[in-house]
């Protein structure tokens, strides 16, 4: 199959002062509300992992249930706390094996204020690309909503509908409360992989690659990439597919859905997982066509609708670039895996410049209690 050409970020060449523009980039990034809630995560974390261990030294009860044969010789456990979604091993006696995906994703309070219809559409679109990330199909979904009145809720509620009915993912009950001082949304889903993906397994020497829908628009001025309500139903559910496929056929060893940390968050957090760290070539990234310099810095922190980082082996990249430029996607070769715990940017455009770095998460954690982070460096360092 001939290359398929994938528009790009503007190359950090075109500025005058480029060693400055990459720096001034890392900097607008750390300083992110995506960072910002990204970092939350460790303090929450640590607080719930004294409880899992001190469940750990037993048979789970979900097991005990499922097949108490099976949870007596010791199942898989599930992925560690930090992937997408929680990912709980079945028997083959239940399903054909493979893992169960539970995920949940709760919506800024500003965001569904300001475009609740969206919001409510994004809500599904979100658990889903949990799911797929994970190498999964979802099941279903169930909502929590809380609003004023009901009036206040029928956008919110419409747009989770349409959603549901394009995607072709049932939503199955919920929780509603309709007399709350504001308006609040959260979603969660259930799926099924018979092949898990996770971001706990990224190698050094990988190659790092993104893919992303560039058949979109933004959304207003929010950093949010539709490619997504105005696309044919049957395409969005077809694409969302190419992830379990890719994981079925061995083509992928790790990955992570693009969140609201963006296309360099959302990689961090990966890297941080498989406690590895990377250097990214920012004038590689897939880009909306002929976006300008001062759109760079909104398509890093973009959510773009269908957005993927993966780690793949080299040998199996050009595979998966023809795995999804089959279906009209834009993937693309960014970086390469490397030890250490550092994400470093890179100007492919400008011979001599040094990268700069943007996260060592061997010093600072971003979404993992320090405790943990040690733990990935002793398997991986």
């Given at each position: 199959?001939?290359a398929v050409p994938?528009p790009?970020?503007?190359?950090i060449a075109?500025?005058i002062?480029?060693?400055?523009a990459?720096a001034?980039?890392?900097?607008?990034l750390?300083a992110?509300?995506?960072?910002?809630?990204?970092t939350?995560?460790?303090?929450?974390?640590?607080a719930?992992?004294p409880?899992?261990?001190?469940?750990?030294?037993r048979?789970?009860?979900?097991?005990?249930?499922?097949?108490?044969a099976w949870?007596?010789t010791?199942?898989a456990?599930s992925?560690p706390?930090?992937?997408?979604?929680?990912?709980?091993?079945?028997?083959?006696?239940?399903g054909?094996?493979?893992?169960?995906?539970?995920?949940i994703e709760?919506l800024?309070?500003?965001?569904v204020?300001?475009?609740?219809?969206?919001a409510?559409?994004?809500?599904?679109?979100v658990n889903?690309?949990?799911?797929?990330a994970m190498?999964?199909r979802?099941i279903?979904?169930v909502?929590?909503?809380w609003a004023?009145d009901?009036?206040?809720a029928?956008p919110?509620l419409?747009?989770?509908?349409a959603?549901s009915?394009r995607?072709?993912?049932?939503?199955l009950?919920?929780h509603?409360?309709?007399?709350?001082a504001h308006?609040?949304?959260?979603?969660?889903?259930?799926?099924?992989a018979r092949a898990?993906?996770?971001?706990?397994e990224?190698?050094?020497?990988?190659t790092l690659?993104?893919?992303?829908?560039?058949?979109?628009a933004?959304?207003?001025?929010?950093?949010?990439?539709?490619?997504?309500t105005?696309?044919?139903?049957?395409?969005?559910?077809?694409d969302l597919a190419?992830l379990?496929?890719l994981?079925?056929a061995?083509?992928?060893?790790?990955?992570k859905?693009i969140?609201?940390a963006?296309v360099l968050?959302?990689?961090l957090?990966m890297?941080?997982?498989?406690?590895?760290?990377a250097?990214?070539d920012?004038?590689?990234?897939p880009?909306?066509?002929?976006?300008?310099p001062?759109?760079r810095?909104r398509?890093?922190?973009?959510?773009?609708?269908?957005?993927?980082?993966?780690?793949?082996?080299?040998?199996?990249v050009q595979?998966?670039?023809d795995?999804?430029?089959?279906?009209?996607l834009a993937?693309?070769?960014?970086?390469?895996?490397?030890?250490?715990?550092?994400l470093?940017?890179?100007?492919?455009?400008?011979?001599?410049l040094?990268p700069?770095?943007?996260?060592?998460?061997g010093?600072?954690?971003?979404?993992?209690?320090?405790?943990?982070?040690?733990?990935?460096?002793?398997?991986?360092?």
């Amino acid at each position: 199959m001939p290359a398929v050409p994938v528009p790009t970020l503007p190359p950090i060449a075109a500025e005058i002062e480029p060693a400055r523009a990459l720096a001034a980039l890392a900097e607008a990034l750390r300083a992110s509300r995506g960072f910002a809630h990204k970092t939350d995560i460790p303090p929450v974390r640590a607080a719930l992992d004294p409880a899992a261990a001190d469940a750990s030294a037993r048979p789970p009860a979900w097991a005990l249930a499922l097949d108490p044969a099976w949870a007596a010789t010791g199942p898989a456990a599930s992925v560690p706390n930090g992937d997408d979604t929680a990912a709980i091993p079945l028997p083959a006696s239940v399903g054909g094996g493979g893992h169960l995906l539970f995920a949940i994703e709760g919506l800024v309070e500003d965001f569904v204020a300001r475009d609740p219809w969206f919001a409510g559409y994004s809500a599904l679109m979100v658990n889903l690309s949990d799911i797929a990330a994970m190498g999964g199909r979802a099941i279903g979904v169930v909502d929590a909503i809380w609003a004023t009145d009901a009036e206040a809720a029928a956008p919110v509620l419409a747009g989770l509908a349409a959603a549901s009915a394009r995607y072709g993912v049932p939503v199955l009950g919920g929780h509603s409360n309709l007399r709350a001082a504001h308006g609040q949304l959260a979603v969660a889903v259930l799926g099924h992989a018979r092949a898990l993906l996770s971001s706990f397994e990224a190698r050094p020497g990988d190659t790092l690659m993104v893919v992303v829908d560039l058949r979109g628009a933004w959304r207003g001025e929010a950093p949010y990439w539709n490619a997504s309500t105005q696309a044919p139903p049957d395409r969005l559910r077809a694409d969302l597919a190419r992830l379990p496929a890719l994981a079925e056929a061995g083509l992928c060893r790790a990955a992570k859905d693009i969140s609201m940390a963006g296309v360099l968050g959302s990689l961090l957090m990966m890297l941080e997982a498989s406690g590895v760290g990377a250097t990214v070539d920012l004038d590689a990234l897939p880009a909306p066509p002929a976006l300008a310099p001062a759109e760079r810095l909104r398509w890093l922190q973009a959510f773009p609708s269908y957005g993927f980082v993966l780690s793949v082996a080299p040998d199996r990249v050009q595979a998966v670039q023809d795995h999804f430029a089959a279906a009209g996607l834009a993937c693309a070769a960014v970086g390469r895996v490397e030890p250490g715990r550092a994400l470093c940017l890179a100007a492919g455009s400008v011979p001599g410049l040094a990268p700069i770095l943007l996260w060592d998460a061997g010093m600072q954690s971003f979404i993992l209690p320090a405790a943990a982070a040690a733990d990935r460096e002793s398997v991986h360092g």
